[in-house]
T-cell receptor, first 116, second 116 residues
Framework: ETGVTQSPTHLIKTRGQQVTLRCSSQ?????VSWYQQALGQGPQFIFQYYREEENGRGNFPPRFSGLQFPNYSSELNVNALELDDSALYLCASSLGGASGAADTQYFGPGTRLTVL | AQSVTQLDSQVPVFEEAPVELRCNYSSSVSVYLFWYVQYPNQGLQLLLK??????LVKGINGFEAEFNKSQTSFHLRKPSVHISDTAEYFCAVRGMSGGSNYKLTFGKGTLLTVNP
């Protein structure tokens, strides 16, 4: 059984650029959640995808968008990068039930994004 | 909506001493409770979770936590810590019902430092 993987590990971008982060969910999981962890803070929920549909969103602007693919892997896209977007981006996968209720979330190692 | 308060931002202890990391939560709905550990430059690893049943939950690496509904607390304990337990610990909650309650809401974390 493979765990949650994320790519790339590290990324450096300049203000105004766009970035795409990728996540492969754990085998058998159909739900992916994305979190932003700023330095010295707890993770903050960005959004969740269940069976390729957005299933909830946190307080993040529309320039944060995502996709989930038929194999349940996922992408996080951020447009018009700002300095405050510098953070560790964590992906978590879980097994959502028919009602959409998600079980325990298992996290990947994260992507460290630095915006200059 | 939920919120989590981790009462101590830093807890220094000596090796083989007991430790308690405190977590209080607030929620308008019933919740599930989690503790995650984050080692330097890594993602989050699940330590233990409370979903239902016995209020004393045992996790990995000798950690345990007790759910106290009346005090809305979920404190993490270990009777004897090791140098390798040095890490950031996060308490998190998730609502039991649907919609955006699927998200995990995290505290700001407690840095446990175990000294020889």
């Amino acid at each position: 059984e493979t765990g949650v993987t994320q790519s790339p590990t590290h990324l450096i971008k300049t203000r105004g650029q766009q970035v795409t982060l990728r996540c492969s969910s754990q085998s058998g999981h159909n739900t992916v959640s994305w979190y932003q962890q700023a330095l010295g803070q707890g993770p903050q929920f960005i959004f969740q995808y269940y069976r390729e549909e957005e299933n909830g969103r946190g307080n993040f602007p529309p320039r944060f968008s995502g996709l989930q693919f038929p194999n349940y892997s996922s992408e996080l896209n951020v447009n018009a990068l700002e300095l405050d977007d510098s953070a560790l981006y964590l992906c978590a996968s879980s097994l959502g039930g028919a009602s959409g209720a998600a079980d325990t979330q298992y996290f990947g190692p994260g992507t460290r994004l630095t915006v200059l | 909506a939920q919120s989590v308060t981790q009462l101590d931002s830093q807890v220094p202890v000596f090796e083989e001493a007991p430790v308690e990391l405190r977590c209080n939560y607030s929620s308008s709905v019933s919740v599930y409770l989690f503790w995650y550990v984050q080692y330097p430059n890594q993602g989050l690893q699940l330590l233990l979770k409370y979903l239902s049943g016995s209020t004393l939950v045992k996790g990995i690496n000798g950690f345990e936590a007790e759910f106290n509904k009346s005090q809305t607390s979920f404190h993490l304990r270990k009777p004897s810590v090791h140098i390798s337990d040095t890490a950031e610990y996060f308490c998190a909650v998730r609502g039991m019902s649907g919609g955006s309650n699927y998200k995990l809401t995290f505290g700001k974390g407690t840095l446990l430092t175990v000294n020889p």
